[in-house]
Every structure is written in C-alpha cells, then in structure tokens.
C-alpha cells in the first residue's frame, strides 16, 4: 500500500514574507479545478430530437403543473405552444395579414389598443393578437378585453383566460394598463362583429367610452388600429333573432354558406387583410379627475373612432380586390 | 396599544384555537379568554397556555355578561365558518353565523370596555360569476351571489359589523375577507377536496384560485388583534394557482364533470361524508376568485410568507398526499431524446 505524501503548500511563500493574515490569499493564477465526476460532453442534439425533447419537456411541465399564471389567468406557456402556432396559420396562409404602424405601439409600459370589429366571429381580435406579437420587436402579448358572453361559455371561456383575454370592465382594464400592459379593446362589442355586411366598414356606437376613461386613468396612449379584410370573411346577409334568442345569442348569422352548408359555411372566406395602428393619442396631459368629465371622455371617444373610420376609408380605397389585395 | 384582555370567538375551530394560544404566548396580554360551544382540540389545548376556555353560546345573552365581567378590550370574532370542510347541516350555521353575529356585537355594543373588533370574514363575500371583474378590490360590490349560502351569510355578517361600527365610532374595526385556506394542518373544504383521487371538476371551466396558508391566516388574525388598522382588508397570498394546475401538482386525476350534474356528483360526495359541495362552491370551481392586496400590504403592513404555490406545494407535501398519477414516463422519454448516444 501507498504511504501519504505531505506537500507542504506555499512554502515559498512563508519564508519571504511574515504572514499577515492566516487566510492565505487568493492570488496568483486562477486554475480551473477539474471536476470530480466530469459532465458528460452534450454534442448537438439534432433539430428533430431537440424539437421532440421540447415537446416532452412541454407535456411533462403540463402534466406537473409547473408553468406560471397571472392573476387574470394568462398562461403563455400555453399561449405560445399550443394556441398561437394554429393562429398564426390562418394568420400567414389563410387571411395573409399585413400590418403596419407597429413602431407606433410602445416598446414597453402600458397602451391601449382601440380597433374596429368585424366579421360574425371575432376572428379579427384573435389576429390582431398574433399581428401584435409576431412583429413587436419584444413579442408582447396583446390582453384582449371581452365580452363576459365568452367567459359563461364552457370551454371558450377558460380557453379566453389563458390566451390573457379578461373581462371587459373598467376595473380589469385599469389594471392591466397600471401593470403595463398592452390591452386591446373593440368598443363596438357585439354591434360591430355582428353588424350585417350591407354596413361594412361603418363603424358603429363604441360603447359608453368607458375605455377612454380607463386610459385617462392610467395615463396610457390611445392607440386607434384599424382592421381591413375582416368584413368579409363572413358576410352576414341575414339573422335569425327567435334561434338567437333561443340560445341566448346576442344574433344568429346567415352567410352566403351558412347554415345552407352546415360546418362547411363556418370556414372563413379567404379575405385578403391589412391592419394597420395608427399613431397613438395621448391621454396623460390632461389634469387629474379628467376622466369625470364626460365632455373631454365623450371626445376623446370621437376622436378615436374618427381615426379609426378615416384609416379604414383611406385603407379601402388603396386596396384592390377584396380577396387578393 | 396592546390589548388588555381579549376575547376569542370560535375557539373550537382550527383558527380561534390557534389564534388564543399564539396570544396566551403574548407576555404583553393580561388575560385570553376563548369561546365556543365545543373544546379546541386535545393538541390545540396543550399548546394554549394560561388561555381560558369559556363554554359558551355566542347566540346566548350570556356572552354579554363574560365581556362585561372580564373588561374585555379586544373581541376577535372568529368563529363565522363560511367554507366548512365537511357537510354541515345548513340552518345551524347560517343559525351560528348571523345570529351569533348579531348577538356578539349586540353585548360589544353595550360594553363601554371594548376597544377593538377584528371580524374573520371571507373571500367568498364576492361571489364567483363570469360577470365579475378579475380582481376584486375591497370596494367591489359582490354580483351573482345566490340567495342563500354561506357567502350571503358573510355578506349579512360584515353589514351588521358595518352597523355597529356606526354606532360605536369609538371601536377600532378591521375585518379581514380571508381567500380559501390551505395548509398542512387545516381542514377545509378545499384540503378535502384535494385528497380525493380523482377530483370532480366543471366541464369546460378552470378557475383561477388564490390560496392562503394557515399560518399566514393565523399571523395577520394576530396582528389585527394586536393592531389599529381600521377597515376592511383582502387576505390572500400572491400569485395564483389554476384549479386543473392545482390538481396537477396534488398528482390527482381530474374528472370533468357537466355544470348541470355537479350538484348530484356533489350530494353524492356528501352523501359519503366526504366533501361539501355547496353552490357557492361549486360557482367558485367554475370561474375563480382572486383578490387584490395592494391594501393589505400597504395599509395594514402584512405580506404573506406563502404565495399560493408555495401554500399549495407545502399542503401537497406536509399532508402526505401519495400521486395518484405523476409523468415519470415521459420525463425519462425526454431525457434520454435529448440524450445523444455517445
């Protein structure tokens, strides 16, 4: 058997110096220890098994339940993997959006994003959604504010939640705004998404501008967007009030294919999109209280939709074909 | 200023027992008196101390005189059970809630001695509906509360402190809207819940639930008693836990049920003696409830130690609850994928 050799460290040391402290100090060259049990070297995993390994690693996050929620129930981990990658399909291929004015939505901090809605389903919200964090230089998410109709239906309402939509009320939007968020608001609500397609592109009452007192509140930009393409992908020609009313629907669509071809008339029609953000509109300039001025707020909502409506009419009168663009 | 001699209502219970004894632990507190009709527990009790147990009926007169005889200068009113963990029989609570209420605050009323009220009431006050906000704030109005229930209970109960309030404007109130409790070593309905192995949910709905931990319930029920904060104040840990999360992290197995047939899934449950599935229950699972405690932490200087994970994680662990289902499968498939053979 071997005997224990005792190297003596820092011999040199002692003998030409008195030492100082008993901590001997750490200096001279760093060497890099060498590892009791050396880490197995990771060549490149290929694309295929990485994507694979992702995926497992998703599922498993999921089934352990290890991801984080906000307090209005926003998932993005859910949001990013599972609900925007079929968005963005019909997004690229189906409706071939393009957008512009995005450098007008704020980098970071809270604005609120005002848009015209169209269209029977509110397809509109969910691309405007996906046009906000496909080219944001950030890839913010876009907090959509609904109707509390979304939030009773089974499913869709706890689909609505993840994705980070919440319930339109003042308290919600206020919120979101003071947490810096970006929130999108469709002011039209139901009278503009199931307006009939002889009105298109008429933008109707938005609301009681309660969305303009949430901005005033917080202090946020106002940002008008304008949609083009939406009207069309379901023309509504017709509505059937007694079946609505009877399945507690605020309208019941008649398109040129529906419900003449049963599921095969809830496919969109193949529009050609443009959306577009407009410059913002300040609110943090006006003086505290200002939202309890129901002049300055019934303005400021005219102001907006103005925007809005002129964006719209100059944006149709550049564009071609309704579904080549 | 420190209280004198306080009193506690709800003894019995899982935060009245553990209440008194962290006050009998107070040097600073001449006397703790505690009431109820049933004895704490047997370990409760022997952490207690000088704390004396009062066999009492808060519904009884009587109770004026035990505050009137002993000076108290605190009340702390914890014996109102909005969440009770197991069936319960209906009119005895309601009977125990309003009318203990009632009568409790009549005898504070007619004490010159008494300083301070602290009311545990509940975060069910809000309801649970798709028409409420995300977040409620203290001054949010409750919408879609049902007509009868543990929560119109708790409403009931805060208006009567609110009118005694009025009329002794000398009594410093707080009342402290607690979220559901969770925690290893308290029994409520969601504990309960959670340790069925497959756990019955609403069909198509997941809730956004904000926990608190018992011991955080337990330390601001203290420093409220303790205190001078004034008003009413949202108890609840950060951050929020979804209902299909929870359930995941507990390793149980969901079961979707329809919203129609949750009530009959629940009296068969109750009929097992196992859960209580009331309606307002039952609207909870359906849509969550998460409160804002900007107010608490800024005003009454109380943050919780446990956010809802952590809560919820030390539940899961500290109760022993074995998974019924956990993904060691795919974790190994993941590993070795992203493990290249060498």
């Known amino acids: ?325 | 200023m420190t209280p004198k001699v306080v009193l506690v209502t709800g003894v019995g219970g899982y935060l009245g027992g553990n209440l008194a004894a962290r006050l009998a632990a107070d040097p600073d507190i001449e006397r703790v008196l505690g009431v109820d009709t049933v004895p704490p527990p047997k370990d409760v009790v022997r952490t207690m101390g000088r704390a004396e147990f009062v066999r009492a009926d808060i519904r009884n007169p009587l109770i004026a005189k035990v505050i009137t005889s002993a000076g108290v200068d605190t009340v702390v009113h914890a014996s109102t059970t909005t969440n009770p963990a197991g069936p319960a029989r209906r009119m005895v609570l309601k009977e125990l809630n309003v009318i203990g209420t009632m009568q409790l605050l009549a005898a504070c009323q007619r004490a010159p001695s008494v300083r301070r009220l602290v009311v545990k009431s509940t975060a069910a006050v809000y309801g649970a509906s798709s028409r409420s906000p995300a977040v409620f704030s203290e001054d949010d109005a409750p919408k879609d509360l049902g007509s009868s229930g543990y929560a119109k209970d708790a409403v009931e109960v805060e208006a009567y402190v609110r009118g005694f309030a009025r009329r002794r404007p000398d009594v410093s109130v707080a009342t402290l809207r607690l979220a559901n409790l969770i925690g290893p070593s308290v029994d409520t309905v969601l504990t309960r819940y959670f340790a069925l192995p497959i756990v019955p949910t609403v069909l198509g709905f997941d809730a956004r639930m904000q926990l608190l931990h018992s011991e955080d319930a337990l330390a601001v029920l203290e420093l409220a008693s303790l205190g001078e904060a004034t008003g009413v104040f949202n108890v609840a840990a950060d951050g929020v836990l979804m209902l299909s999360q929870a359930i995941r992290r507990a390793g149980r197995l969901p079961l979707p049920v329809l919203r129609q047939a949750l009530p009959a899934a629940g009296r068969l449950l109750r009929g097992a003696r196992l859960v209580d599935f009331s309606p307002d229950h039952v609207r909870y699972l359906n849509y969550g409830r998460v409160l804002d405690t900007t107010r608490l932490k800024a005003e009454f200087g109380f943050t919780p130690r446990w956010t809802t994970r952590q809560a919820f994680d030390d539940y899961v662990s500290g109760s022993k609850l074995r998974p019924v289902f956990t993904p060691t499968l795919l974790a190994a498939a993941r590993r070795r994928v992203l493990e290249t053979r060498t």
Request: charged share 20%; with cysteine; proline share 11%.
């Open chain 1, 1 to 325: 058997m071997q005997e224990a050799r005792v190297i003596p460290l820092q011999r040199a040391d002692r003998r030409r110096r008195v030492p100082t402290s008993a901590a001997p100090k750490p200096d001279g060259p760093i060497v890099e220890p060498t590892p009791l049990h050396p880490t197995r070297e990771h060549p490149p995993v290929s694309a295929v098994r990485r994507g694979i390994g992702d995926a497992l690693g998703f599922a498993v996050r999921r089934l352990t339940g290890d991801y984080p929620i906000d307090e209005f129930g926003f998932d993005p981990d859910l949001t990013e993997r599972v609900l925007l990658p079929p968005l963005r399909l019909l997004y690229k291929n189906w409706f071939r959006v393009e957008v512009s004015g995005i450098e007008n939505l704020p980098v970071d901090g809270g604005a609120l994003v005002v848009s015209n809605h169209s269209g029977t389903l509110p397809l509109d919200a969910l691309m405007t959604a996906v046009a906000v964090h496909d080219n944001h230089p950030r890839q913010r998410y876009l907090r959509m504010l609904g109707a509390d109709l979304v939030f009773q239906v089974p499913l869709l309402g706890a689909l609505a939640r993840k994705s980070g939509q919440t319930l339109a009320c003042n308290p919600d939007a206020e919120q979101l705004l003071n947490a810096g968020e970006l929130v999108g608001v469709w002011p039209e609500g139901f009278k503009g998404v199931g307006k009939p397609f002889a009105d298109r592109y008429k933008l109707q009452r938005f609301g009681r501008g309660g969305f303009v007192s949430a901005a005033l509140r917080t202090g946020v930009p106002i940002i008008p967007c304008s949609i083009v393409g939406a009207e069309e992908i379901y023309p509504k020609i017709g509505d059937l009030k007694t079946v609505a009313r009877l399945f507690g629907l605020p309208y019941f669509p008649i398109t040129p294919f529906f419900p003449l071809l049963g599921p095969l008339g809830a496919i969109p029609l193949p529009s050609k999109w443009h959306i577009h953000f407009g410059e913002p509109i300040p609110t943090d300039s006006y003086d505290a209280g200002a939202d309890d001025d129901p002049m300055l707020v019934f303005n400021l909502t005219d102001q907006v939709r103005e925007t809005i409506q002129q964006t719209l009419y100059r944006m149709l009168s550049q564009r071609g074909n309704p579904f080549l663009g």
